[in-house]
């Protein structure tokens, strides 16, 4: 007898046993289910800049935009005379430059003595370390500016085949010196590059996204 209710003891408490694990399936499926957090949606990145910006903070937001429409977006929110006569000078395959190409050679005394290179090779020092330093200000980097690319639009026909030809070629040079030196280092080293068409080599700006952005500017046929 005794081992008889020690056998029905061992069956009833594997039995319970094996209720358990069935009772907590159970209670995992009645429970009810948490609502998924919901993702927090960016925001989308502001194309706002400052009043009248400089030639620079324009293409470099135009550049940093992932989407050609977003990059049309910027050139046509600031797109002005002076934007638009950079792109002609850059893209339009019939515009030449009327400067030497490559490197800007200085002849300033008083740079020489403390600088030995060439005003592209500063100019490009200058833009790595502000964009390194992630400050622009042209009251701490560059108290000497007295004027911008925009006021000097007007003025950069100097610069080009059959603009001026009546002006010497050293003087030409010269006055293109003096504008680099006039304005903001990074305005400076877009004239730099677009002397030469090379802008693209800095900034993701492409041709087709210049020609949808101003769709009444005529390229070609300016020789």
């Known amino acids: 007898m005794t081992e008889a209710k020690s056998s029905s003891a061992k069956a ?12 907590k399936a159970a209670a995992k499926k009645a429970a009810p289910k948490k609502p998924a957090a919901k993702r927090a949606s960016a925001k989308p990145a502001s194309l706002d800049l400052p009043r009248n910006p400089l030639m620079f903070e324009i293409l470099d937001l135009a550049s ?3 989407t050609k429409a977003k990059k049309v977006e910027v050139l046509q929110r600031y797109g002005d005379m002076a934007l638009k006569a950079l792109m002609i000078w850059n893209y339009d395959e019939s515009i030449q430059s009327a400067l030497p190409p490559g490197e800007v050679p200085y002849a300033g ?4 003595t403390v600088y030995n290179g060439t005003l592209t090779s500063k100019l490009e020092e200058s833009a790595r370390a502000m964009y390194e330093a992630n400050s622009f ?14 006021a000097q639009a007007k003025n950069l026909y100097h610069f080009i085949v059959g603009g001026n030809g009546g002006l010497a070629q050293t003087r030409r040079e010269m006055m293109f010196i003096n504008l680099l030196e006039s304005v903001h280092p990074l305005e400076a080293h877009v004239l730099v590059l677009i002397k030469d068409k090379n802008l693209e080599s800095v900034y993701k700006i492409p041709f087709e996204v210049v020609k949808e952005a101003y769709p009444d500017i005529r390229w070609g046929g300016r020789g």
């Open 109 to 112: 005394y008083d740079e020489q």
């Open 137 to 150: 200000s042209l009251g701490n980097v560059d108290a000497n500016a007295r004027t911008t690319i925009r």
């Open 12 to 23: 009833a408490a594997s039995a319970t046993a094996a209720k358990k694990p069935a009772r």
């Open 64 to 66: 940093k935009q992932r």
